[in-house]
């Protein structure tokens, strides 16, 4: 296939004209202009009624001028006895404490898993983390299963704050018992 060479191409070839679509031109908005001439000289008619009328200010001289009396403040109580003071500064509260149960100790249990291997991939994961677990084999109802445990935690505030500590070491689904 020849290749095209697109500078030495005929001149005299015509090219196909294009065509220009005539844009109609749309008439004066004659009644909008109308609308606004006519709000434009309402607003000014307003404007020229309002500065016609005498204003509040304006008052006639020769009418006297009525001042208004001031109201004289009765005198504060010469005796005042606020026995609420006395009464805030004698009050005894009696307050019980008792004292919270210990719900045992909390376990993070991490995973249930059939297979040993995979138990110890994750062990040796938390273990990068910073914390120590250990892998416990039990008899299930369908075979042998693996758990993955941390603690015991005597309070459920650091097990909860080891358990974020694990998430945020992307080690997903552990939960404390």
């Not at 009525?66 to 004289?72: A, I, N």
């Not at 005042?80 to 500064?89: D, P, S, T």
């Not at 019980?96 to 040993?116: D, M, Q, W």
Request: proline share 6%; with cysteine.
């Amino acid at each position: 296939m020849k290749n095209k060479d697109y500078v030495s191409q005929n001149k005299n070839k015509k090219q196909p004209r294009r065509t220009t679509k005539t844009k109609e031109k749309k008439p004066f908005p004659v009644l909008k202009l109308a609308i606004i001439v006519l709000a434009v000289s309402g607003f000014g008619y307003f404007l020229s009624q309002l500065s016609d009328q005498p204003t509040i200010d304006t008052v006639d001289q020769k009418q006297p001028i009525e001042k208004k009396s001031k109201q004289s403040v009765p005198p504060p109580p010469d005796d005042e006895e606020w026995q609420f003071i006395e009464e805030l500064e004698n009050k005894q509260v009696k307050v019980s404490t008792e004292e919270l149960e210990a719900k045992g100790p909390f376990i993070v249990r991490c995973t249930t898993v059939r297979s040993r291997d995979r138990a110890e991939a994750l062990k040796a994961k938390i273990a990068f983390a910073g914390f120590e677990s250990e892998v416990k084999e039990y008899q299930g109802t369908s075979g042998i299963w693996y758990r993955v445990d941390l603690g015991p935690y005597e309070k459920k505030r650091t097990a909860e704050k080891t358990r974020h500590e694990l998430k945020r070491n992307n080690i997903h689904g552990c939960v404390f018992r």
